[in-house]
């Protein structure tokens, strides 16, 4: 989908002016933070709390760490940073990049195998991109290309889904569930052409996989609006720094570290 | 004569959205439908294709929520499978439609994206015990708002229950517009399926399951709230199967 660079450069503007960058100073790893983002105040919980514990927050600080090491998008923002530190390249992120990818990440650990009581977090071999709104070179945005990770998934995982017989329990609300799609029209980021595979899990909000089975390439996002209403096809269908967005999250997934400030 | 309706159908909808009279190719698929050719017609030499697709490619069955080892089972007839498509297909076309009477029909802004503000979610108006129809008709939910998976026959008689009346009342909203109202619904919903992409995609897996029929090439397009899945048989172009339109 394609946004005209009117509308767009109003869009940005709306957005960008309105995000207020935690304080300079304190180490900004050991307390919550504070943004202004399109005029309501959200609240980030600490490095800490987001990336240690026992829990799932292990495996996604793992990913994080991997990617900051491994991928050249990592590799890129350390050198940008000044510090091949985890922490320290985390908090170079936008909010909107730091959002989509805890909220990602969230999602996916919220979906368990019952066999195995992995979850699609595991998938996850080697993180490569952290997409939040970003403009094509032409001045446009692609909703197809917004508030979404690109990742390279495991063997095992690329074959599970593109088998399209997988059968999920939904940990928060204690659902089964498995995928539906037909044929990707997203962007392979890997290749020319398209994704050969999508794969929505089949509920609401659902996390949605676009996937080439061959590679293990895929596009993971989250999309806030049913399809076919129009709002679906926008940038933002897959921004969760929406606060209808964010509600509609909680209601399926593990909470992801941020919300509006009370 | 199908290949003409489909014909008339992606010009219609991939046309420019410009001012057109209403005796136009947009004016003539909108009359089109209200007449009810529409999917019906569409698909009216289609029902081997779309029927081998639901019972024999999962994610065909999964876009519809019929649980693959429903369709694959012999407690639904062929005939009772390809009108629940239809039933289906139709339903979110409709929707689509009915969006576009509600807010007036008035000619979107794609620059200002306006487009959500003249298509508004239509909100299910039938419930079946737990089960309703999200706003754009494309999914059955439960009561938590997730997609419902349609397993059993029961199940299938209360999904074909649900959106009997629904249908019926959306045409009745399009039935309602006046021709030049109708046009700029059209033209609406070309600019919708132009957000999604109108180029259209190779759908190298599907051909795959249509393989008995020995299609030259099976694309995908959008067409309205629709995408369209298109395959080329023995030279003919013809419409093999539908999806609510997505990104």
């Known amino acids: 989908m394609r946004v005209s660079a009117v509308a767009l450069a109003a869009s940005l503007a709306g957005c960008f002016a309105t995000v207020t960058a935690p304080p300079a100073g304190s180490r900004p790893t050991e307390q919550a933070q504070e943004f202004v983002y399109r005029d309501q105040t959200w609240r980030m919980d600490s490095h800490a709390d987001l990336f240690n514990g026992n829990d799932f927050r292990a495996r996604r600080r793992a990913i994080f760490e991997n990617y900051v090491a491994n991928s050249a998008e990592g590799q890129r923002r350390a050198k940008e940073a000044g510090s091949t530190v985890a922490a320290d390249v985390w908090h170079t992120l936008t909010p909107e990049e730091q959002t989509t990818f805890l909220a990602i990440t969230s999602g996916l650990a919220t979906i368990e195998h019952p066999a195995n009581k992995n979850t699609l977090l595991d998938w996850i071999d080697l993180l490569e991109e952290i997409r939040g709104l970003r403009q094509e070179p032409d001045g446009s945005v692609q909703g197809s290309h917004v508030y979404r990770l690109y990742a390279k998934l495991t063997k095992a995982a690329a074959t599970l889904i593109a088998g399209g017989r997988a059968d999920f329990v939904n940990t928060v609300t204690k659902k089964r569930l498995d995928f539906g799609g037909l044929g990707s029209t997203h962007d392979d980021y890997c290749a020319s052409g398209k994704f050969e595979l999508q794969r929505p899990t089949q509920n609401h909000p659902h996390l949605q996989f676009n996937l080439t089975s061959t590679s293990c390439c895929a596009d993971i996002d989250i999309d806030y609006i049913r399809p076919p209403l129009p709002a679906h096809f926008r940038p933002d269908n897959s921004n969760v720094l929406i606060a209808a967005h964010l509600n509609t999250f909680a209601k399926q997934y593990i909470r992801p570290g941020f919300g509006l400030k009370p | ?247």
């Open chain 2, 1 to 247: 004569m199908i290949l003409r309706i489909l014909s008339l159908m992606c010009l219609a909808l991939s046309a420019p959205v410009v001012q057109q009279p209403a005796t136009t190719l947009s004016a003539e698929m909108a009359q089109r439908l209200v007449d009810a050719p529409d999917v019906k017609g569409l698909f009216a030499g289609s029902q081997a294709e779309v029927v081998t697709l639901l019972r024999t490619y999962p994610d065909a069955a999964r876009t519809w929520q019929l649980d693959p080892q429903l369709t694959q089972s012999d407690a639904i007839k062929d005939s009772e499978l390809f009108d629940y498509f239809l039933l289906r297909t139709n339903a979110v076309l409709a929707c689509g439609i009915a969006m576009q009477s509600q807010s007036g029909a008035r000619k979107l802004d794609e620059a200002s994206g306006s487009v959500d503000v003249l298509i508004k979610p239509l909100e299910g108006k039938s419930t079946v015990g737990a089960w309703s129809i999200a706003p754009a008709c494309g999914a059955i939910v439960d009561a938590d708002g997730d997609d419902a998976r349609i397993r059993t026959r029961a199940d299938f008689d209360r999904a074909r229950t649900l959106f009997q009346p629904f249908t019926n009342s959306a045409r009745l909203g399009l039935q309602s517009m006046t021709a030049s109202d109708r046009q700029t619904a059209m033209e609406n919903l070309a600019a919708l399926s132009r957000r999604a992409g109108v180029g259209a995609g190779a759908e190298p897996e599907m051909a795959k399951y249509l393989a008995r029929f020995e299609p030259a090439a099976v694309r995908s397009r959008p067409f309205a709230t629709l995408r369209l899945y298109l395959a080329t048989i023995r030279g003919a172009e013809k419409a093999v199967f539908a999806a609510p339109l997505n990104q």
